[in-house]
């Protein structure tokens, strides 16, 4: 059964890299992923509508006579370096009786639905590297990967800027994302596959199988362990003292 964290939305102005939520941390220590989750509450450097807008304008700038079901790698600015883009434009049609595969670490079956309705789409692919952990801040918990996004907007002007998402649900069989760049859980531990959506929610899942997290909708994902039960290494003893 997926575990979810809310996250609580208040009103924040929006940065550059985000939005800051200035929300009160829970009395409550860091959950474990065990049972059942309720509502927490914290303060969230969150990804936020200016920067998935400025992402999908960088990603649709590598739109150069695009050839329809053909990914093109988009480039970031100096202030966003680490983060690595790309993207796809497919016919909506197409998606839905083909699927796509192999879009970076990301398996698209057949049989996805888009709402609103457009003739063609574009799946932009964000990851975001060393900066997945100041998007996304998870108390209590350590990523062993980047956090990978799969957003799907209107295909319709590729030099539209600002566009809002569009929903997309799989149908058939979930969408499927294979983590490359994944360090070892500790041992004794479990890793764990955590999706943000874009209401501004983590759910938790079980891994499908090695490191491969699935999913029914777009968002954001990555692999992550509950580090708050990890004991801290013992300090080394001053020389010549040994320790008890």
Same mark, same amino acid.
């Given at each position: ?8 939305k208040?009103n ?8 800051v ?17 309720s509502?927490?509450s ?16 960088y ?11 053909? /990914? ?27 699927g ?32 997945s ?13 980047p956090?990978l ?21 799989? %149908? ?5 994302i ?5 360090? /070892? ?14 209401n ?7 891994l499908?199988?090695? %490191?491969?997290?699935?999913t ?5 994902f ?5 580090s708050?039960?990890i004991?801290?290494? /013992?300090?080394?003893?001053?020389s ?5």
């Amino acid at each position: 059964m997926p575990l979810r964290v809310e996250y609580r939305k208040v009103n924040a102005p929006l940065k550059l890299h985000g939005a800051v939520r200035s929300v009160t941390e829970t009395p409550s220590s860091s959950p474990a992923i065990t049972g059942a989750f309720s509502s927490i509450s914290l303060n969230l450097q969150h990804y936020g509508e200016a920067t998935g807008s400025l992402l999908q304008d960088y990603a649709y700038r590598a739109f150069v006579r695009p050839r329809t079901g053909t /990914p093109y790698d988009g480039v970031v600015p100096s202030n966003l370096t680490g983060i690595k883009l790309a993207v796809l434009r497919l016919r909506n049609g197409s998606l839905k009786s083909r699927g796509f595969h192999g879009f970076k670490e990301f398996e698209i079956p057949t049989g996805i639905v888009v709402q609103p309705y457009v003739k063609r789409l574009a799946f932009v692919y964000q990851n975001l590297g060393v900066r997945s952990s100041f998007y996304y801040p998870l108390l209590g918990f350590s990523y062993l990967s980047p956090v990978l996004g799969l957003l799907a907007y209107n295909a319709a002007n590729i030099s539209a800027i600002n566009l809002p998402e569009l929903d997309i649900m799989a %149908t058939k069989s979930p969408i499927s994302i294979e983590f490359t760049d994944v360090k /070892p859980a500790p041992s004794g531990f479990t890793a764990k596959c955590v999706k943000f959506d874009l209401n501004g929610s983590a759910v938790f899942t079980d891994l499908v199988s090695g %490191t491969v997290c699935s999913t029914f909708l777009q968002g954001h994902f990555a692999i992550v362990v509950n580090s708050s039960e990890i004991l801290p290494s /013992p300090s080394p003893s001053p020389s010549g003292i040994p320790s008890l």
